[in-house]
């Protein structure tokens, strides 16, 4: 139960790095800002549930190797997410939203990993039929989390380093999906 909590923490925790240069302190952008972090955490649990039903189309022909497609896939979300480790720490993943569009385009790309996962919801599934809002709660959290503290350079060093963690607790899940 506690790995599979950690596994949603970690899993949202891009949106929280997309939100990390948008702040809830400026007072004129507050219900946009906020507008952003619904967007991006509703694009969690959107992205899941298409990987979900696209998974059910044909994961269950590849039921002997559930075990494998678990590890395959959690280690295609970590390494992801390492990449993406390299960016934050350079301050190459701030987002600037300038419109509608780019916002949409931004939760669909952070919801890439919650995609993947919904793929193997037919093998692995932490919370049965509540995933998809424990998803969208968790990143909404996530995103107002990193939209109150005050960007700074320590801040996205901090980001990259719970990244990295974050990858790890996925990747551990994929592992122990084996045993």
Known sequence: ???????????????????????????????RNLMFALILALGQGVMYTLGELLGGTFMHLLERL??????????SVSFRML?????????????FIQNKKQLF?????????????????????????ITPYLLMGVAFI????????????MKLTFNSFLNSICAGVILVKGLLGLI
């Open 1 to 31: 139960m506690i790995l599979n909590i950690l596994f949603i923490i970690a899993l949202t925790f891009p949106v929280a790095v997309a939100s990390a240069f948008f702040s809830l302190s400026d007072k004129k952008e507050w219900g």
């Open 83 to 95: 990449l993406d480790t390299l960016k934050i720490r350079n301050g190459e993943n701030l987002f």
């Open 66 to 75: 559930s075990k494998w497609i678990v590890l395959g896939l959690c280690f």
């Open 142 to 153: 996530w995103s107002l989390v990193e939209m109150l503290i005050p960007f700074s350079k």
């Open 105 to 129: 385009l931004l939760s669909i790309a952070l919801g890439i990993n919650a995609f993947i996962i919904g793929l193997m919801a037919d093998f692995y599934e932490p919370f049965q039929n």
